[in-house]
């Protein structure tokens, strides 16, 4: 039987996370379910938010579900060390990109899709009324590398001082001292281009997709955005049923609002892919429908988008959308090639939100506190007992 590492992490993350295995259970999925220790209790406890514990369960059954962790920046975080633990060389690390960089987790796939009748759709003036068009696109973002790899510098090593000005741009900097200098470097390398490129591909073919975009900069970036575009021109020939695209993701971001719903999926280096994801789940109903993937050789891992949202962790009862977190565990049955039930608990997410009679907070536009109930809007516990009934 398959075992699932449950990781509920902090805030929210501890409030949807059983919602989403109550929905597992009731669709009939059998598994095995293990907890994990992760996030901001551990940090505090042992100097470490991501322990070993729970990196040797990911190892061993291969397959994680995360709700959310609370990230603080370093100095903040090291206040807030158990007395006994400080000022003993303990550093803050994001565990979730942690766990991408430790397990390589290459891909991450943001599926952004409208649900009909969700009040939150995106809107568009047309004629004399209005239109709502479909949004169905799945960004692929390259999880690993790019911007965010993390190779970067305030007042740059000499080494690497000397190798950057071996590049005739580099002389505009050459009168800046080197503690008024911050680098962050774009590095990709080719061979995790071709794997997001191909995957990109490979599930368009799956799932009918008639395109692919390289949302990248390639006029500008002309090293990195270029391989990219280089490598999916070279790739794209293999799928002669699919049409490859590239656009610029200053473009596109401007387009979002134009056309979003011609565009089927979506291939990105790191922050492009965090920047295109996140405008995209903005037109299909923002963060309490936002799920995501983090998809390596050996290891999975899958999570909503949104983070632990402090301010609502005390609320009871709780007030936010679980879905994005259940939608999240679908693409998790989608992974163990359990397809039909992952598409029976989005037919019964369906049914709910179109009906329209139970809805969270965010649905109904509302600023979050204790009395949204007397606004009219449901539980988080009240919103899966209905998609439940609806399974
Ligand atoms: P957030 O995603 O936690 O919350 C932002 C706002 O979005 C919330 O205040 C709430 O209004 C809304 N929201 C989020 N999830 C919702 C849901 N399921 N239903 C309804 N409304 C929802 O982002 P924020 O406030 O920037 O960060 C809070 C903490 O979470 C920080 O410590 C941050 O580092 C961490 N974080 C963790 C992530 C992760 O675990 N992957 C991702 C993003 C942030
Ligand atoms: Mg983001």
């Not at 996370?17 to 259970?25: D, G, N, Q, W, Y």
């Not at 406890?45 to 991501?50: D, H, I, R």
């Not at 565990?329 to 039909?340: I, K, P, V, W």
């Not at 109930?373 to 009934?389: R, V």
Request: hydrophobic share 40%.
């Amino acid at each position: 039987m398959t075992t699932i590492v449950t990781m509920p992490g902090d805030g929210i993350g501890k409030t949807v996370l059983p919602e989403a295995v109550k929905v597992l259970k009731a669709s009939g999925f059998k598994a095995d379910y293990v907890h994990a220790d992760i996030g901001w209790d551990f940090w505090c406890k042992e100097g470490n938010a991501l322990p070993q514990r729970t990196i040797d369960l990911l190892e061993k059954h291969k397959i994680g579900l995360f709700g959310a962790i609370t990230s603080k920046p370093k100095d903040a975080a090291a206040k807030e060390l158990e007395p006994s633990l400080r000022d003993k060389g303990f550093v803050y690390f994001s565990p979730i990109v942690g766990l991408r960089q430790l397990f390589n987790l290459d891909l991450c796939i943001r599926p952004c899709k409208s649900f009909k009748g969700n009040p939150l759709n995106f809107i568009r003036r047309s004629g004399n009324g209005f239109e709502e068009p479909m949004v169905d696109t799945v960004i692929f973002r390259q999880n690993t590398e790019g911007l965010y790899a993390g190779v970067e510098w305030t007042n740059p090593p000499k080494q690497v001082r000397d190798a950057l000005e071996t590049h005739p741009k580099m002389k505009a900097f050459k009168e800046v001292p080197g503690e008024d200098l911050a680098v962050s470097t774009r590095i990709m390398s080719r061979n995790a281009c071709r794997r997001i490129i191909r995957e990109a591909f490979e599930y368009a073919k799956k799932f009918g997709y008639s395109n692919v975009t390289v949302c990248e900069k390639p006029n500008v970036l002309r090293e990195t955005s270029g391989m990219m575009l280089k490598e999916a021109k070279l790739i794209a020939r293999e799928y002669p049923g699919i049409q490859l695209w590239d656009t610029n993701i200053d473009a596109q971001m401007m387009w979002l609002t134009k056309n979003p719903e011609i565009y089927g999926v979506i291939v990105a280096e790191n922050m492009f892919g965090d920047i295109i994801s996140d405008g995209f789940a903005g037109l299909i109903g923002g963060l309490g429908f936002a799920c995501s993937a983090n998809i390596g050789e050996n290891v999975s891992i899958f999570e909503p988008t949104h983070g632990s949202a402090p301010k609502y962790q005390e609320l009871n009862p709780s007030i936010v959308n679980p879905i994005a977190m259940i939608l999240s565990a679908c693409m998790m049955l989608d992974h163990l090639g359990e397809n039909t039930r992952a598409d029976k608990i989005r037919t019964a997410i369906a049914k709910v939100v179109e009906d329209g009679k139970v809805k969270t907070y965010d649905m109904m536009k509302l600023k979050g506190g204790p009395d949204v109930f007397a606004k009219g809007a449901c539980t988080t516990q009240e919103m899966t007992d209905e998609i439940i009934k609806n399974l």
